[in-house]
């Protein structure tokens, strides 16, 4: 088993984590949230969501927090586009790298854009042809690879099918999302290994929702399967609206503690990085659900 040297965050704490936030975060603790991610290493921040303010009021903003960044070298702030109109809007306000997102569940599909899996692999063919026109990268998702709310289980061969659909369409990368945290270890790595069959491991992501535990266990079977990608939030922001309390996107200190551990450089200050979860956690009004952030600051008295 070799391990990857290097690993790649992507921290998605100020799109993923925030998205459900019943609560309406300012746009001003957004981008202290994200400036503060920078200061710890991190060089791609998912920085909003250019989608319906009907279906998440969180994101209507999206156009004041690409505003209000301010450009920093070797940093990228890929947003989510969900069709022509986000994408539109994405370009308006400078964005440099977007992301659409499909699922590999037909009822997670409808309930989370509204459409088929079909219908969503047509409308994101226009949105990536003009986003490459405009010189700007896309990556693609796909949700419920290792299980659905709805649906339960979810064959790895249809993960692959939408993946190398993505993939053969321009997406750069392609994110795998256990959505809702049922994957386990060797699951996550049949799924990985079927995909890559289809799509380049290096062309793969990880992102792994905590819901049940297990995000930290399937990054590390990710990692012995060649991912050197994650996709990660800051104090395990997000939550899941069908587990009340459970921890949200696997936790950004928890992961890199993990690759700390296994001697795997990401470039992220620790400590910094617990301070911005005590932080945004305390502008939220709760403690980081991360077992990694809570143990680092007991000790720290
Ligand atoms: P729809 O209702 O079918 O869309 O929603 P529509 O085209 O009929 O438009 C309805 C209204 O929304 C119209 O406004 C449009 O103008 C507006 P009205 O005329 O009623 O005033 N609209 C928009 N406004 C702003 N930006 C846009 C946009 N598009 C339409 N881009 C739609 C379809 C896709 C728009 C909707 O379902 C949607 O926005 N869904 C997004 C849901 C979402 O953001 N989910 C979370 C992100 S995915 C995720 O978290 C998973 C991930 O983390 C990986 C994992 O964990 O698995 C990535
Ligand atoms: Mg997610």
């Not at 991190?42 to 009907?54: C, D, M, Q, R």
């Not at 696997?250 to 990085?273: F, P, S, Y």
């Amino acid at each position: 088993m070799t391990l990857p040297k290097k690993v790649r965050l992507v921290e998605v704490g100020p799109r993923d984590g925030l998205q459900n936030e019943k609560h309406p975060v300012s746009t001003a603790t957004k981008l202290a949230l994200i400036g503060r991610l920078i200061d710890c290493g991190l060089t791609t921040i998912e920085a909003t969501a250019f989608v319906s303010p009907k279906w998440v009021p969180q994101m209507a903003d999206a156009a004041q927090v690409m505003a209000g960044l301010a450009p920093r070298e070797g940093a990228s702030f890929p947003v989510l586009v969900p069709n022509e109109k986000g994408l539109e809007a994405a370009l308006a306000a400078g964005a440099s790298e977007v992301a659409v997102f499909a699922a590999a569940s037909e009822t997670f599909s409808q309930k989370n854009i509204n459409c088929s899996i079909k219908e969503s692999l047509e409308r994101f063919k226009p949105v990536i042809n003009k986003a490459k026109e405009a010189n700007v990268k896309v990556r693609g998702y796909v949700s419920c690879v290792l299980g659905c709310p709805y649906e339960g289980e979810i064959a790895p061969l249809a993960v692959a099918e939408v993946a190398w659909a993505l993939f053969e369409m321009g997406c750069h990368e392609i994110s795998l999302g256990d959505t809702v945290g049922f994957g386990t270890p060797e699951k996550t790595k049949e799924l990985i290994e079927t995909v890559a069959r289809r799509v380049p491991i290096r062309k793969l992501a990880g992102h792994f929702h905590d819901t049940y535990g297990m995000a930290v266990a399937n990054v590390y079977a990710a990692l012995q399967m060649g991912v050197n990608v994650f996709d990660t939030s800051v104090g395990g922001l997000g939550g899941c609206p069908d587990a009340k309390g459970a921890p949200g996107n696997v936790a950004t200190e928890d992961v890199v503690w993990l690759l700390k551990g296994l001697g795997i450089d990401c470039g992220v200050d620790l400590d910094r990085l617990v301070d911005t979860a005590a932080w945004i956690c305390g502008e939220l009004g709760r403690a980081p659900a991360s077992k990694v952030a809570q143990a680092l600051l007991a000790r720290r008295g």
